[in-house]
């Protein structure tokens, strides 16, 4: 596959199909261990003990949420821990999210998150869509994140696959006052047949879940959740 090319930002227009919520930054500070305490999660017992909880997402009303959005519908797998190593909870989100899962240690420390949002895409070549959604997040989504971290950064952007689907990830990292360095990662997913398709952000708590390089996002619990989506027809 040729490079991946970042465009202009998008008109006013085309930017307003992109439903991103300035309050999907992280939950309120519950427990917060010091860097002293913390057991980080180990990636080979998660793959050993992660089961399932099966969820389908209405792209037009979500029932937990209330989100209402043109948003096509999805069904995804929260991994859940049978011995209770961490815990996975469907959150109430802003209006605009589509579903947001928040996995936290046994004693509600945060672990990651990951949220579901709605974007709409022209129909046009897949290398063209990538482009676009590439466009579409580095130049309306990445700038809101950012600003509200000082340390903020922005880290990549490139090709990736979830599940059968050709994606797009762009990817960096701040230091959050209460849960220290923070890796994070945004995914979008164009819909195969249709111009509703969707986007994900994950926030990720390196001193609980760490991440030797941005190749291991699969085995985080946000990862795992991400990969198992996959658009219903």
Known sequence: MRALTIGQPMPASRSAALAFMLAF?????????????????????????????????????????????????????????????????????????????????????????????????????????????????????????LKQFPDGQKSGIRKTRVGPYEAVEIFGGYTHPDYGPMQWRLVGIPHPDRRDSIYTLSQIALRSMPLPSVDDFGHSLSGMTLESMRYIK
Do not use: C, Y
């Open 25 to 145: 930054v992280l939950p309120a500070a519950g427990p917060v261990a010091s860097a002293e305490t913390i057991a980080p999660l180990d990636h080979k017992v998660i793959s050993a003990r992660v089961a399932g909880r099966a969820l389908r997402i209405d792209g037009t009303r979500n029932n937990a949420t209330g989100a209402v959005s043109p948003a096509p519908p999805f069904q995804l797998v929260v991994p859940t821990d049978r011995d209770g190593t961490w815990g996975a909870r469907l959150a109430k989100s802003p209006k605009n999210t589509l579903a947001r899962v928040i996995f936290t240690m046994p004693d509600g420390a945060f672990v990651e998150n990951i949220g579901f949002f709605s974007a709409t895409l022209p129909f046009s070549g897949t290398e063209a869509r990538l482009e676009r959604f590439a466009t579409l997040l580095n130049f309306n989504v990445v700038p809101i994140l």
